[in-house]
């Protein structure tokens, strides 16, 4: 039970994180044709760097490259989100996202081990 509680809470951490890019590019001041590609694409991207190098089942990844993909999304998602004014729930969340992963590492859920 806590194995996929853990796995459930990274898992929406990640469409939070999607989320979270998707609000971010539609703030962002311009014409509602640059705000609609931003909130389209940056979750788009975001998705596909997430399955080629940070999904537990990507295969061309190391490591060390799916620490640092899930460092920039998480960490940039919380940027964004102190961005768009919110600066405790950008904390909470990078908060509790990095004590996720660090359950998971320890309980030897990741891939990595």
């Not at 975001?46 to 990844?61: M, S």
Request: aromatic share 10%; glycine share 8%.
């Amino acid at each position: 039970m806590w194995k996929w509680g853990n796995l459930l809470a990274s898992f929406l951490a990640e469409l939070v994180a999607l989320g979270i890019f998707a609000w971010w590019g539609w703030s962002v001041d311009g014409t509602t044709l640059v705000r609609l590609l931003l909130a389209i694409g940056l979750p788009a991207i975001t998705a596909v760097v997430w399955g080629l190098f940070a999904a537990p089942t990507a295969k061309r990844t190391t490591p060390a490259v799916r620490t640092v993909v899930k460092v920039l999304v998480f960490g940039l998602a919380g940027a964004a989100l102190w961005s768009l004014g919110h600066p405790v729930s950008a904390v909470v969340f990078v908060v509790l996202v990095a004590a996720n992963l660090l359950i998971i590492h320890r309980q030897g859920l990741s891939p990595d081990r």
